[in-house]
């Protein structure tokens, strides 16, 4: 009887892994675009979603997908992507393979530009990493001039100035520094190091498909760098995007920008785009009347190349792109004796090169290549502060990825990696003649798995180990990652995560402010590598409004502890400011609800807010981190008449106030400085083939009117440009156009 018992035992599991028996489970299918001439290309990356459910995957490259098959007789089953009318099939039991055909927009209306309505931002569905995606129709709700202000509808992550003079503009995530957010370039790990100071300016926000924020230590794949999140930029591509797009735009702070497109499909399996960008900020402006320039005047010249070449057995991407950039700051009166002047000239490039080699129809089973270069320049003066930088970085990723079984339930990915970053450094401060070099070479290489685990369509549990050498700190890295998505409901998602990372500092570059100061930088001997933990949970809620209409509400929270972290202290001395690292602890919690409702057709309400708890031990004892802004409030309202003629979008924030360092806060009698409001509006008018915009920045025109303590005496000790937390610019009135040319396929 017990042999028996072990035999049926066996035939059961054999049953239960019989991979005919899992395929007859799943639906199979592709999804594809056709051109006015009939030809059939595949689409990837488009998403397949059971109706009026969270429950769906995601389209591969070559527009393949498997999705488990619903119990429920005859339901639908609906394939989508942006840019794209929707396709719904209606879905029977005997049904084992579909095909979807989605269309772009413009085709099915001719002369007419818009089908569906795209929303500006999304909590992905899919993904068991909680993340928010902004679309091409949220980077048109405002200027976004470049990636710095593409945030300004976003409570996730906070965009503001590192100081008076320079220009550089920081983000924050989960109320900490954009130095532990990890970013990526079509998931490639780009801006990195020195690059990162003014690297949210250099990427044209016209340049851009979408822009993914992730929260958390996400993904372990693309590095241990990620400590607060992620923010993946997706640019328009070659294949899909329009052979001629030009967009003008021009303010009355006389700022001009000139951004061109042109993508290039050479032959079914060749395609190309070029990307072109000149901008100039050419007068000096001085709202607080300080003395001082409030935003440096600025010229950037920007050029991009990027290709795709894909085949049934190869896909290959390469791109290329420099940046030179040119800062001039200070007072205001050049001419006058001994003037406080800064320039700063920054040199960038950046190429990459990634090969996919799929070894199945679907691509599930696949080796992937991944290296990019960067090369960046920096040369700057503050003052009687100099800093000159030079930093050269490869990256190189080999991957992996595979499934243990047919029905692709428990899939894998392994790989390793090797970065080697050069830095050459200059600093130097004539006043207290002391210097500063930071030559040093960091290598890293590595090794990592991923897991995925996929039970159903309701419930992912993904985790990732890498193990790191670094060569420079002498340390093995282990980085663990987990995230888990569980659909309870068809409308209700939980999200959880909790990982690790490490951050190398950079010890000048990251923290620039401080150069725009009169005091002295002392910085202590052997700094160690930056290290957290990051844990976090969301929910999710979906619901409908009648039959058509649909909204959400998302709240979440997540806690960073430091076990080491590069502290900056600017309180323990009026003299000086000391860099070393953490002595005792460090954390921040960030709680944050958004919620979403089209109350009805064409209108969309969106709302959030975010508040923050971020603590550090300085000299003071353990007090409130200075100039993080404790909470921020906001609505967006957006409406369009039919086919989006006419679009009007309207913005309002409040962003709560911060503690100022103790010295500032003496000076200017205040330990806190007060919540203000932001308002921001536009109006588009579209036509056949272009769309003019004009619209208003900080129509309340706040302004922070103490910007700079002890201006008029630059060269003292007592001189500070850095305690800023809120805006330096005043009421900006802008004017835009959008021009495309399509295709022929397209007319």
């Not at 409030?294 to 085949?311: C, E, F, M, T, V």
């Not at 109350?599 to 409130?624: D, I, W």
Request: charged content about 20%.
């Amino acid at each position: 009887m017990k042999n028996i018992k072990y035999i049926f035992i066996i035939l059961m599991l054999l049953v239960l892994y019989n991979p005919k028996a899992l395929a007859q489970k799943n639906i199979t299918g592709k999804i594809f675009t056709v051109d006015s001439k009939g030809n059939k290309n595949p689409l990837g990356f488009a998403s397949v979603v059971w109706e009026n459910t969270n429950t769906g995957v995601s389209s591969d490259e070559n527009g393949n997908f498997v999705i488990k098959k619903n119990n429920v007789e005859n339901v639908n089953l609906i394939a989508s992507f942006i840019g794209f009318t929707s396709d719904t099939l209606t879905i029977t039991p005997e049904a084992e393979e579909v095909e979807f055909v989605l269309y772009e927009q413009s085709q099915l209306l001719g002369n007419a530009t818009v089908v569906a309505r795209q929303k500006g931002s999304y909590i992905s569905k899919l993904s068991p990493i909680m993340t928010e995606v902004i679309t091409q129709a949220g980077l048109s709700k405002l200027a976004c001039c470049n990636l710095a202000e593409s945030f300004e509808n976003s409570a996730s992550v906070s965009v503001g100035y590192s100081d008076a003079v320079s220009g550089a503009r920081q983000i924050r995530m989960l109320g900490l520094s954009g130095t532990y957010v990890q970013m990526l370039d079509e998931n490639i790990p780009a801006l990195r190091g020195i690059a990162s100071t003014f690297g949210l300016s250099f990427t044209p926000g016209q340049w851009l498909e979408s822009i993914q924020v992730s929260k958390g230590t996400s993904s372990a794949l693309n590095g241990y760098e990620a400590i607060t999140g992620q923010i993946n930029v997706e640019h328009r591509k070659p294949d899909n995007s329009e052979p001629l797009f030009i967009n003008l735009y021009g303010d009355d702070d006389l700022r001009f920008e000139a951004n061109v497109t042109s993508a290039l499909k050479l032959n079914k399996k060749l395609s190309t785009i070029i990307f072109a960008h000149g901008s100039t900020d050419a007068k000096a402006h001085d709202n607080n009347n300080d003395g001082f320039i409030d935003s440096p005047k600025k010229n950037q010249i920007n050029i991009g190349n990027r290709w795709l070449y894909s085949a049934d057995k190869v896909i290959i991407h390469f791109g290329y792109r420099f940046l030179t950039e040119k800062r001039e700051s200070g007072q205001m009166h050049t001419d006058m004796p001994n003037a406080y002047l800064s320039n700063i000239n920054n040199k960038h490039f950046n190429a990459y090169l990634k090969v996919g080699v799929p070894f199945n129809e679907g691509g599930s089973r696949s080796l992937g290549i991944i290296t990019s270069y960067a090369y960046h320049k920096q040369s700057s003066y503050f003052g009687k502060k100099t800093y000159d930088a030079q930093q050269n970085s490869l990256i190189s990723n080999i991957l992996w990825q595979s499934a243990f079984d047919n029905a692709e339930k428990h899939r894998y990915t392994i790989g390793s990696t090797f970065m080697h970053d050069n830095y050459r450094e200059l600093f130097a401060d004539s006043k207290f003649l002391n210097s500063w070099i930071g030559d040093r070479t960091e290598n890293v290489s590595g090794a990592f798995a991923q897991y995925t685990l996929k039970l159903n369509d309701n419930f992912d549990f993904l985790t990732g180990l890498r193990i790191d050498r670094n060569y420079l700190y002498k340390e093995t890295l282990v980085t663990p990652r987990m995230h888990l998505r569980y659909n309870f409901t068809n409308t209700s998602t939980i999200r959880a995560s909790a990982g690790r990372g490490f951050y190398s500092p950079n010890i000048i570059s990251d923290n620039i402010g401080a150069l725009a100061t009169g005091r002295k930088i002392v910085i202590a001997e052997n700094i160690k590598i930056e290290k957290a933990w990051t844990i976090g949970a969301s929910f999710t809620q979906n619901f409908k409004i009648g039959e058509t209409q649909s909204g959400y509400v998302n709240l979440d929270f997540f806690r960073t502890n430091f076990q080491n972290q590069t502290i900056v202290d600017v309180e323990e001395s009026d003299e000086y400011i000391r860099i070393g690292n953490l002595n005792g602890k460090s954390y921040s919690n960030s709680y944050q609800i958004d919620f979403s409702i089209d109350p009805f057709e064409r209108f969309n309400v969106f709302a959030t807010f975010r508040y923050n708890q971020t603590k550090v031990n300085m000299s003071r004892g353990l007090v409130e981190k200075p100039l993080v802004d404790r909470f921020k409030a906001l609505v967006n309202l957006s409406y369009s008449t039919k086919f989006e003629k006419w679009k009007f979008d309207f913005t309002a924030q409040l962003n709560g106030g911060s503690r100022l360092p103790f010295y500032a806060a003496q000076i200017w009698e205040k330990e806190r400085s007060k919540s203000y409001p932001i308002f921001f509006a536009q109006i588009t008018k579209k036509y056949k083939n272009f769309d003019i915009y004009l619209g208003c920045e900080n129509i309340g025109d706040y302004i922070q009117k103490q910007a700079i303590i002890n201006a008029e005496n630059p060269f003292d000790d007592k001189f500070d440009a850095s305690v800023i937390y809120a805006p330096l610019m005043g009421r900006k009135i802008y004017l835009g156009i959008r021009f495309k040319i399509k295709g022929a396929e397209e007319l």
